[in-house]
């Protein structure tokens, strides 16, 4: 099982479907800040002066680390910091749940606009594996740095 | 190994704030780095139901709103206006404009304010046509499910931003509709 997880293909897989999938979300949300500013203002999650600064930084992350996802670079690096937005989306839209709000999730911009739903949150936990997934089998530097240049010759580990 | 990949998070992090700011600060449309809370206002009577002039004009010209009649997009700006229960009815019963529902087609289906029309807000797009049609200086009433619900608000910013004039937001929304017993219209197969 371990090999098969530390097989390049596998990871390949996961880096761009991740990457892809955060690069499409942050694309939206940067072309619209205003919708997206909307969407976090409605979570009633922080106080409303700091919205504007994550609707701003966030969209910036996710495009930048989806970016170096698909480009092999700083690939734990960028999987850590995904993984940690996708446990905060997790925990907002499942509080948004619980606490009834019917308010659209912001996971793509606030235009077309999916309301918050379980779904969301199953899809988020799916993404959250394939960060795991790269974050632990992605192999290290030989020096002991995060991140090994992308495969060429097969699994290696540090 | 740990310490590299806390440099690798760090790394981005700043990368990503440096950007965002950057190009935030240089593209139209950027956001003001503190939100405002967009004050509510509760519009007068008279202002609504002046027998003086019509709904449109007394509207934009009443000093009363604080300020300006249009709720605009942008962020935090301009004050909402809000309305009572008392105060829909009456327009409903004045025929004096047009009601809204922000809220899900399917949400709208299974129960919405007698004559309001749906206008999903987070694909506002899809109404255009029916938009474009509206007299830009009809008083509009937009609502949605509670005050919590971003719906109705985003809409009217939506709206505002085409030129509507006169829009106010029936806040309580159909929550509290429902609650006091108001009637319930449900969607027949030929609407929509």
Not at chain 2, 129 to 138: A, K, W
Request: proline letters at 5%.
């Amino acid at each position: 099982m371990k090999r098969a997880l530390s097989h390049p293909a596998v990871l390949l897989v996961s880096r761009f479907v991740l990457g892809m999938v955060f690069i499409v979300a942050a694309v939206e949300k940067i072309s619209q800040p205003e919708g997206f500013a909307t969407s976090i203002e409605a979570y009633e999650m922080t106080p409303v002066a700091v919205v504007n600064i994550l609707a701003v930084f966030l969209p910036w992350l996710e495009l930048i680390c989806g970016l170096f996802l698909i480009g092999g670079v700083y690939v734990r690096g960028g999987s850590a910091v995904l993984a940690g937005l996708l446990a905060l989306f997790i925990v907002a839209i499942s509080t948004a749940i619980l606490r009834g709000l019917n308010i659209n999730c912001g996971c793509y911009g606030a235009s077309g606009g999916t309301p918050v739903g379980w779904n969301k949150v199953l899809e988020d936990l799916g993404l959250l594996v394939l960060a795991w997934h790269l974050i632990k089998f992605w192999p290290s530097r030989p020096d002991g740095g995060a991140t090994a240049e992308v495969p060429r010759t097969g699994p290696r580990s540090a | 190994m740990k310490r590299t990949l806390a440099r690798e998070v760090i790394l981005l992090i700043a990368m990503a704030v440096v950007v965002g700011f950057v190009f935030n600060a240089f593209t139209p449309g950027g956001l003001p780095v503190i939100r405002e809370t967009p004050e509510k206002i509760a519009v007068a009577d008279s202002t609504l139901f002046g027998d003086t002039a019509p709904a449109g004009a007394s509207a934009v010209s009443a000093g009363d709103d604080g300020g300006g009649a249009e709720v605009s997009g942008d962020s935090g700006g301009a004050p909402l206006r809000i309305i009572s229960l008392r105060q829909l009815v009456r327009i409903l019963d004045e025929r004096k404009g047009m009601v809204i529902d922000a809220r899900t087609p399917e949400e709208y289906a299974e129960g919405h304010i007698a004559t309001a029309v749906n206008m999903y807000a987070m694909e506002p797009e899809g109404y255009f046509e029916r938009i474009v049609e509206i007299p830009r200086d009809s008083l509009i009433v937009v609502y949605c499910s509670n005050p919590h619900c971003h719906f109705a608000r985003s809409l009217a910013g939506f709206l505002g931003d085409f030129g509507f004039s006169n829009i106010l937001l029936y806040d309580d929304g159909w929550d509290a509709w429902t609650e006091a017993g108001m009637p319930v219209e449900v969607s027949r197969e030929d609407e929509q």
